[in-house]
Nanobody, 123 residues
Framework: QVQLVESGGGLVQPGGSLRLSCAAS????????VGWFRQVPGKEREGVAC???????YYADSVKGRFTISRDNTKNTFYLQMSGLRPEDTAVYYC?????????????????WGQGTQVTVSY
């Protein structure tokens, strides 16, 4: 089955850390741009971070210096390490993959999307 499966969300206190994982099955991530997006009710889905197949990463201004995207092609998995979490980071986080950087990062269109995982930052 061709899919992306996310894991790692949960409840964390402000200032804490979480790592999200996104495992691909049924296809190989090597040539894909991979990314993380988030959405809160009533708002559009926004880009958090993405990484080109050659390892170049892009981040939303709101998460620069706090979040790190990485990929392990040997495990067909990519990650989002989140630290210094803030209440405004609370959202459903989605992973995605697409052959095109512009299509994924600018137009939020991807061949594959994960099911979403809730991240809640609160006391």
């Amino acid at each position: 089955q061709v899919q992306l499966v996310e894991s790692g969300g949960g409840l964390v206190q402000p200032g804490g850390s979480l790592r999200l994982s996104c495992a691909a099955s049924g296809f190989t991530l090597d040539e894909y741009v991979v990314g993380w997006f988030r959405q809160v009710p009533g708002k559009e889905r926004e880009g958090v971070a993405c990484m080109h197949s050659v390892g170049v990463a892009y981040y939303a201004d709101s998460v620069k210096g706090r979040f790190t995207i990485s990929r392990d092609n040997t495990k067909n998995t990519f990650y989002l390490q989140m630290s210094g979490l803030r209440p405004e980071d609370t959202a459903v986080y989605y992973c995605a993959a697409d052959p095109g950087l512009l299509r994924l990062w600018k137009f939020r269109q991807g061949d594959f999307w994960g099911q979403g995982t809730q991240v809640t930052v609160s006391y």
